[in-house]
Antibody, heavy 121, light 107 residues
Framework: EVQLVESGGGLVQPGGSLGLSCAAS????????MHWVRQAPGKGLVWVSR????????AYADSVKGRFTISRDNAKNTLYLQMNSLRAEDTAVYYC??????????????WGKGTTVTVSS | EIVLTQSPATLSLSPGERATLSCRAS??????LAWYQQKPGQAPRLLIY???NRAIGIPARFSGSGSGTDFTLTISSLEPEDFVVYYC?????????FGQGTRLEIK
């Protein structure tokens, strides 16, 4: 079964750092762009970042640019999100998601269950 | 940034009825619009992409239509498991954006 499993969430103080991971299985990870999408408590979905299949190109929402870094290790079938200078407004469930691919980049057809990040003192 | 406005915020219907959910874009997104379903405590699931194409495994009761700025998700005959939240998403302009969601509740 195609699967994405996030880990690394937790409670962190404002200004702190946290690293998220997303382990992929049952598909050829290195063929797909990947995304991070977040959802604040009781709110809607917000795209955060994406990385191309070979890791050569990344993109970020303005709200996280300069603070978050997306990366991947295709040998380990793992996606990462390093989050620095965290703010209360970064509190959310963070989902990793597989890009639909082909000519339909930015749609997401496989999602993990999410990991919760809480930024609070 | 393109703003997607979904209406209504909450839709109250009964099982077996037809549901019509709307998504309006602040500027044209051509046909580059998707619909997702999210059940409580779960990740979103892709239902429709490019406005009218059903994703793999999605039942035929779900259909999408529209282009430009006005889009519709139709559920032809509601099943009990359909009473959850639906989001639209555009990929026409960067950054990709989502609507605020429509909650479908049992009347």
């Amino acid at each position: 079964e195609v699967q994405l499993v996030e880990s690394g969430g937790g409670l962190v103080q404002p200004g702190g750092s946290l690293g998220l991971s997303c382990a992929a299985s049952a598909f050829t990870f290195s063929n797909y762009w990947m995304h991070w999408v977040r959802q604040a408590p009781g709110k809607g979905l917000v795209w955060v970042s994406r990385i191309t299949s070979d890791g050569s190109s990344t993109a970020y929402a303005d709200s996280v640019k300069g603070r978050f870094t997306i990366s991947r290790d295709n040998a380990k079938n793992t996606l990462y999100l390093q989050m620095n200078s965290l703010r209360a407004e970064d509190t959310a469930v963070y989902y990793c998601a597989r890009d639909f691919g082909g000519s339909s980049n930015y749609y997401m057809d496989v999602w993990g269950k999410g990991t919760t990040v809480t930024v609070s003192s | 940034e393109i703003v997607l406005t979904q209406s209504p915020a909450t839709l109250s219907l009964s099982p077996g009825e037809r549901a019509t959910l709307s998504c309006r874009a602040s500027q044209s997104v051509s046909s580059y619009l998707a619909w997702y379903q999210q059940k409580p405590g779960q990740a979103p699931r892709l239902l429709i992409y490019d406005a009218s194409n059903r994703a793999i495994g999605i039942p035929a009761r779900f259909s999408g239509s529209g282009s430009g700025t006005d889009f519709t998700l139709t559920i032809s005959s509601l099943e009990p498991e359909d009473f959850v939240v639906y989001y639209c998403q555009q990929r026409s302009n960067w950054p990709s954006t989502f609507g605020q969601g429509t909650r479908l509740e049992i009347k």
